[in-house]
């Protein structure tokens, strides 16, 4: 074999094998494409995606999608291929993979994440939805966390609503946590909580704070939570998770609290998070979501306004509606069912 050809062959070797590590070593990013589509308005296994019980229900009409995005999960890893693929591929891309999963988390902490992202986006567009509808909702401090092995775990539980602390009336969080440290550190504190609707006396012995000696504390944080009398239940008959179907649950639930079909028949799809008060916020992976409501041929998609600078470059035949506050999503959807108003209603 003469030098030539060895050194041709060797370079053929190397360029071969390093060809095949570029097709195997991962890189730092995850891919996004179209999800699918879920009718909040229909049911999954015999049973509705969004059931309300307790008071009075209307029928409705159309049917009213969240769209959800497939992302590269976080136990896998893209190949460098794999990620100039969803880079130029329609409908697709590639984002940094710190910009989806914080790094040090483990496969389990985000699955739990993403779990408590949607329960909350539930909890938050029941409220949102019956504010709108007019229906009474009391604010109320309540669990947020309970610290795992602290004084109150497995005797308080995240969402309990506090009614009283030592038999005075618990009116925000600031309260509760006054009347728990003016406790001396072993002393018991008397709760009295609403769980699950039933109201509950919770003795917990308190104990000294780590970070302030001689405070006494319970290993809770206390936030704001609420009480209303429809029971509103959630079956999407598989794992999403997140905050992006906030605003489509709260109109979901809008529509069959109130008279009349919202949606007047209509195909409408949308996304965006939704807080308490009724306002939507921005969410991730808007070209992939509008992509998947056209896959299931809705007519319309609700934009949240903050995504509105996310369709440059978006091409498509829906009727796009920006949307600032659940208000907004419900006057829209309404405004379609006059003559031109899919001209007068509000686009990006």
């Known amino acids: 074999m003469t030098r ?21 070593v991962p890189v730092p990013f995850v891919s996004w494409s179209p999800g699918s589509a879920r009718d909040t308005l229909g049911s999954w296994g015999g049973r509705p ?15 009213l ?28 891309d ?11 988390k483990s496969v389990t902490q985000v699955d739990d994440e993403e779990a408590l992202l949607m329960s909350t986006a539930q909890d938050d567009a029941v409220v949102a939805a019956l504010r709108a509808a007019n229906q009474p909702v009391t604010q109320m401090p309540a669990v947020s966390s309970v610290t795992v092995g602290g004084p109150a775990h497995d005797k308080l539980l995240p969402g309990d609503l506090f009614v009283s602390v030592d038999g005075v009336r618990a009116t925000d969080s600031a309260s509760v946590g006054e009347r728990i440290r003016r406790h001396k550190v072993g002393q018991p504190v008397r709760f009295v909580v609403l769980r699950d609707r039933v109201r509950k006396t919770v003795l917990v012995t308190t104990a000294e704070s780590t970070t302030e000696p001689g405070v006494a504390v319970v290993g809770i944080t206390v936030g704001v939570g609420y009480r209303y009398r429809p029971r509103i239940s959630f ?16 109109l979901a639930i809008y529509d069959k609290l109130t008279p009349g079909a919202l949606l007047g028949g209509r195909h409408v799809a949308g ?35 903050p995504n509105c600078q996310d369709l440059a470059g978006v091409e498509t035949d829906m009727t796009l509606i920006k949307v600032t506050t659940l208000a907004d999503g419900i006057d829209a959807l309404r405004t379609l069912d006059t003559p031109g108003g899919a001209d007068r209603a509000p686009g990006c």
């Open 235 to 250: 079956d999407l008959g598989q794992e999403i998770g997140g905050p992006s179907a906030g605003l489509v649950f709260a």
């Open 65 to 92: 999608d969240l769209t959800t995005v497939s992302v590269t999960r976080a136990e896998s890893r893209l190949t460098l291929p794999e990620a100039v693929l969803s880079y130029w591929l329609p409908h697709r």
């Open 94 to 104: 590639a984002v940094p993979r710190d910009a989806v999963y914080a790094p040090g």
């Open 4 to 24: 030539q050809t060895w050194t041709a062959f060797v370079s053929a070797a190397v360029f071969v094998g390093l060809a095949a590590l570029i097709a195997v």
């Open 49 to 63: 995606v969004v059931d309300v019980q307790g008071t009075q229900s209307y029928p409705t009409s159309g049917r």
């Open 271 to 305: 996304t965006g998070q939704i807080t308490p008060g009724g306002e939507v916020g921005r969410i991730g992976a808007l070209p992939e979501k509008i992509a998947a409501a056209e896959k299931a041929e809705a007519s319309v998609f609700l934009v949240p306004a």
